[in-house]
């Protein structure tokens, strides 16, 4: 709890000091003077703080802020998403959101960056166990490449939990994927995108939503 209490007084300090990225903390001595507390209730805070990306400590150049990573934090829940149940209610989130978000990248993307991404798309398909292993991969850079066109990096960030996070299920096997599936799929894509390079965002957010629905998770016990 005096921990606890610790690195939520380091990080006060830092909001009221406007302390800036890069900025040097007090040493470990005069937090613990300053909060009235023992240096090992110091360390643990700083230990805290240090697995939260807030900041950094290094012999010599002692404590700093470390500059705001949000996917650092969002992908601290991946390891404790563990059931179906769960894993169906971030799918079901990640579809709220990203249709929402071809908004930002309508606005943003360029001509070039739309037309990229289209010419990879209409690239072929290999057959065979190829296309399945090609299709997930293109699958997860297309999905990828949304997030980042939308120029917003607290959109951005969400991506390891919301696509790779699914992405790995679909590459582990979790459960069986035909070429038809991935072609498909591909298909879809190349429809969002063209749309949006026509300007037609609703077009592209109706497609983009029908493309998630191919991999949904199912909705069940704990596995």
């Known amino acids: 709890m005096q921990a606890e209490r610790g690195a939520d007084g380091i990080r006060e300090l830092i909001r009221r000091d406007s302390i800036p990225p890069g900025g ?6 005069v937090l613990a003077r300053r909060f ?33 990573d949000p996917g650092r934090h969002f992908d601290q829940l ?9 894993r169906s209610e971030l799918y079901e989130f990640r579809c709220l959101l990203e249709p929402a978000l071809l908004e930002l990248v309508a606005r943003r993307a360029s001509p070039e960056e739309l ?12 057959r065979g166990a190829a296309c399945v292993r090609e299709g997930l991969v293109r699958d997860a850079a297309f999905h990828e490449e949304l997030w980042r066109l939308s120029g917003n ?15 790995d299920l679909e590459a582990r ?9 991935v072609r498909r799929t591909n298909r879809q894509h190349l429809a969002v995108v063209r749309a949006l390079r026509r300007g037609d965002l609703a077009r592209a957010q109706r497609e983009l939503a029908r493309n998630l629905s191919t991999f949904k998770p199912s909705k069940g016990r704990a596995s």
Do not use: D, K, Q
Request: hydrophobic share 45%; aromatic share 4%; proline share 8%.
């Open 153 to 167: 990096r607290f959109v951005h960030s969400l991506r390891g939990l919301l696509v790779r996070y699914f992405a």
């Open 115 to 126: 037309s990229r991404m289209e010419r990879r798309l209409e690239a072929p398909l290999p």
């Open 36 to 68: 009235r507390v023992s240096r090992p209730v110091v360390r643990e805070a700083i230990r805290t703080l240090r697995a939260l990306g807030v900041v950094a400590s290094r012999p010599r150049t002692g404590l700093r802020v470390l500059p705001l």
């Open 173 to 181: 096997g979790g459960r069986r994927v035909s070429g038809l599936a």
């Open 78 to 86: 991946i390891p404790r998403i563990r059931t179906a149940e769960e």
């Open 24 to 29: 040097r903390l007090p040493a470990e001595l």
